[in-house]
């Protein structure tokens, strides 16, 4: 069992809707990554958080310490929302900023 | 004016072939990386470079060399390719005592026939 679960590892959507990507881990953590990856393969950081939640447009991420669970919200989706989204934690102490990962959600928005 | 590049963007060789990855940062960072991420996509680091020195060492075989000559370089050499080693490589950076937010290369994709 890997120490960050995802779920669910496909979604397809329609344009507008309202969508929920999940993220379990089993470690203790300093913080937890939402990061994109497009079909054109590069990998861009959407949010770190360590507690509570933030916002960036139409994206929410919130993070619930103590049940080890970590949600990213995508309000009115849209066909370039398209894109996998991969959760990723860091560990505490000198663990130097590494990141263990989830094994990625595939969203796809239809039009 | 990008912040973190890698050459190749795409690398095809033969087994048994010897190549290397090169990355470069413009962000001023101390830490940098490199990321292996399989054909599922699943990703995970290999090694990890603080101000020249390693810190992170990942159950990779030692086929497997990283050099740093300086904090805004990391390479990835790798001996007598195999098969397996086909993957997309991705090379990132961050800022210890900060915020450690990493900073991602394009990749390169190696396959090897």
């Known amino acids: 069992k890997n120490e960050v679960e995802q779920s669910p590892q496909n979604l397809t959507a329609q344009e507008g809707e309202f969508i929920t990507i999940n993220c379990s881990y089993s470690v203790g953590i300093s913080a937890l990554h939402w990061l994109q990856q497009h079909p054109g393969g590069g990998i861009v950081s959407l949010f770190m958080l360590s507690s509570g939640k933030k916002k960036h447009g139409r994206l929410i991420a919130t993070i619930n310490i103590q049940e080890k669970h970590s949600s990213l919200h995508i309000t009115a989706s849209h066909p370039r929302d398209s894109a996998v989204y991969i959760c990723?934690?860091?560990?505490?102490?000198?663990?130097?900023?590494?990141?263990?990962f989830g094994q990625g959600t595939i969203l796809t928005v239809h039009p | 004016d990008t912040a973190v590049s890698q050459t190749p963007k795409y690398l095809v060789t033969q087994m048994g072939n010897d190549k290397s990855i090169k990355c470069e940062q413009n962000l001023g960072h101390d830490t940098m990386y490199w990321y292996k991420q399989d054909s599922k996509k699943f990703l995970k680091i290999m090694f990890s470079?603080?101000?020249?020195?390693?810190?992170i060492n990942e159950t990779v075989p030692n086929r497997f060399s990283p050099k740093s000559p300086d904090k805004a370089h990391l390479n990835l050499h790798i001996n007598s390719l195999e098969l397996g080693d086909s993957a997309v490589y991705f090379c990132?950076?961050?800022?210890?005592?900060?915020?450690?937010?990493?900073?991602f290369g394009p990749g390169t994709r190696l396959t090897v026939t």
């Open positions: 470079y603080n101000n020249k020195e390693l810190i």
């Open positions: 990723a934690v860091r560990g505490g102490g000198t663990s130097y900023g590494k990141l263990t």
């Open positions: 990132a950076s961050s800022q210890r005592g900060q915020t450690y937010e990493q900073y």
